[in-house]
């Protein structure tokens, strides 16, 4: 008989409520992608570099063109400078950097810290590994504070002799909390003191707003060195569907990274990695976007204000959570499954983030909504929300 490797693991929330949004003709603000195109010149140069040839098996750990641009963009933003040739591996999406970085690195046995609420590939990944996933969770937000915040106490006496890894994600989804320059040195003291490996899933890097810098690990030689730094182009230039994604590692660890990489995916798409490259010659499309996604925050925090939800602060990331205390006592899960059937507008319960997503302490009454949207399907569920 088949003894699953995941038992409890079944259709993911996101699928779920997508499916229900279909099902209810909702609008759907639950799914974490644009609903417009990427840029027009970005699309031309994959059909370009399909016309050149580049149609073929490129090289494993991705064209050397597209991992220089990457070393470049990471020396100039944030001061550490990667070999392109031994230490940027070009990926299949962020996802699987991080699942090959983990097979990589975890062994049976270990325990990884993450902090929760979490991206729902990070726990089964461990589990796969034959590691334990320990979760330490954010403080949540009050009246008085309405932002997550990372205990880092908590964060260090969860480290213990059977720690491979302490998973990191910031810009954070789903709360869009961020971190700061306080942060980066209590990270460094767990760093010194304990020598554990760490993973920062930044694929939000270039959303950060309010003219705060992206609080790279990069930008701390002490992480760096300890560090897989995981990003995408999905997030960055709206091609979520193109799963390109890369991760920067000292020689060592991107050595055994390239090890499973190889054998999980070998390679990623040939024209998407060599138009990339080209564009990403040009940096204003980065630097531009955090203004480009202020205006969809701001444009949506409008709108909610109109309604009984109550927006919380978005510092980073398209995710803004909204508490809906003032409507109802449902569970997070009941009331967006209830939104989306009785209201016709799909969001994402925040406790589906945690390891026990039926807890007390999982549900705080907030939903995650996602503004990498036409600001006409932003205005369309607002109107919607007015009704609730």
Known sequence: MLQSKLPDIGTTIFTTMSRLALEHGAVNLGQGFPDFEPDQRLRDLVTQAMGEGHNQYPYMPGVAPLRQAIAAKVSALYGHDYDPDTEITVTSGATEALMATILAVVHAGDEVVVIEPCYDAYMPSIRLAGATPVAVPLRAPTIEDPYYRVDWQRVRDAITSKTRLLMLNFPHNPTGAVLTDSDLDALERIVEDTGVLLISDEVYEHIVFDGVAHASLARRPILAANAFIISSFGKTYHTTGWKIGYCCAPKALSAELRKV???????????????????????APYLDLPAFYEAKRAHLKAGLEQTRFVPLPSPGTFFMLADYSAISDRPEAEFAQWLTVEHGVTVIPVSAFYKQPDTASSNHRLVRFCFAKQDSTLDAAVKRLKAV
Do not use: E
Request: avoid cysteine; proline fraction near 9%.
């Open 261 to 283: 990489h190889q054998f999980m995916v070998f390679t990623v798409s040939s024209p998407m990695q060599v138009a990339l490259a080209t564009f990403m010659q040009d940096p």
